[in-house]
């Protein structure tokens, strides 16, 4: 008896390493990802007006009414309902299930990726699970702060402030980035902002980079490491560049026709840049390494 149990303990990390890499888990993982993705939604729509995220439960912005537990399925409520709210019928944003889709999508590849078949049988289970719970969380706050700032053009303080912090400490269990790379871009994303935006205020006398980029590229090196920060910014400037040039000409051609102020409105313009870091942040997550060895070919 004593043989048998000790064989069916040394099979179960065997079993759970084998789950790991089944579809079953990628699919609870994409399930996972879909329910975190609804309770992002509520913070994006709730934390820049001062409301708490937990409390009330989910309601209807414009009637007031509670949202029902069979109308809060992710993505599936939102079919089935038309994209209306049941009490007052007034339409809802198509961003909620946008937002729960894309989450649940991001988790399958960070557990495919991290913990699942991307890896190899051998990892320790334990390693992978954390590895997962480390970039999935990591992944939905920057979400979180791309859409607050899409909406806001800020990136509040109440998030990138303390998830440094507390990512800089989580990031010591996945074992990817040593603890001096990621302090050396900790400092580094907030100097390299902060610089810029010093120079604009005071050489230029305007505004260029806030703040809060340098926070937001600060936590990415917390977890990512220094090496990160050349490439999300090359990365968000790229892709900065291929979105919002096209639509400030279209702006600017708009303003022409109707006078709105020409070139001096689009002067006056937002461009919130973290977004775009957010992408060059993602893509260096998946994969960092690959953009490494292109740079510097390994000998």
Same mark, same amino acid.
């Given at each position: ?101 894309? #989450? ?149 051609? #708009? ?45």
């Amino acid at each position: 008896m004593p043989e048998d149990r000790a064989r069916h303990v040394d099979a179960d990390p065997d079993l759970i390493a084998s789950f790991l890499s089944s579809p079953g888990a990628l699919a609870l993982a994409a399930v996972w990802g879909a329910v975190w993705g609804s309770f992002f939604n509520v913070v994006i729509a709730r934390l820049p007006r001062g409301e708490s995220v937990v409390r009330p439960a989910s309601r209807c912005m414009a009637c007031g009414a509670p949202v029902r537990a069979w109308d809060n399925v992710p993505v599936l409520s939102y079919l089935w309902l038309r994209g209306r709210c049941r009490a007052c019928g007034v339409r809802f944003s198509v961003r909620y299930p946008l937002v729960e889709l894309l #989450t649940a999508l991001l988790s399958a590849a960070i557990f495919w990726r991290f913990a699942g078949a991307g890896l190899e049988a051998s990892e320790v289970v334990a390693v992978r699970l954390g590895r997962f719970a480390l970039y999935f969380a990591f992944t939905g706050t920057l979400l979180v702060l791309a859409l607050i700032d899409l909406d806001t053009k800020r990136l509040p303080d109440v998030i990138t402030i303390p998830g440094t912090v507390l990512f800089f400490v989580a990031a010591f269990a996945a074992h990817d980035v040593s603890w001096k790379e990621r302090a050396i871009g900790l400092v580094a994303g907030y100097l390299f902002v902060r610089l810029i935006a010093d120079f604009y205020y005071y050489v230029l006398h305007r505004e260029g980079l806030g703040l809060g980029d340098g926070k937001l590229l600060a936590l990415i090196g917390a977890v990512l490491g220094w090496r990160s920060l050349p490439v999300v910014l090359f990365l968000g400037s790229l892709t900065g560049s291929a979105i919002m040039i096209p639509a400030l000409l279209l702006a600017r051609r #708009t303003a022409g026709e109707t006078g709105e102020g020409g070139e001096s409105s689009l002067r006056r313009i937002q461009i919130p840049f973290g977004p775009f870091l957010v992408v060059g942040a993602l893509v260096y997550l998946f994969a960092g390494a690959q953009i490494w060895a292109a740079i510097i070919p390994p000998d």
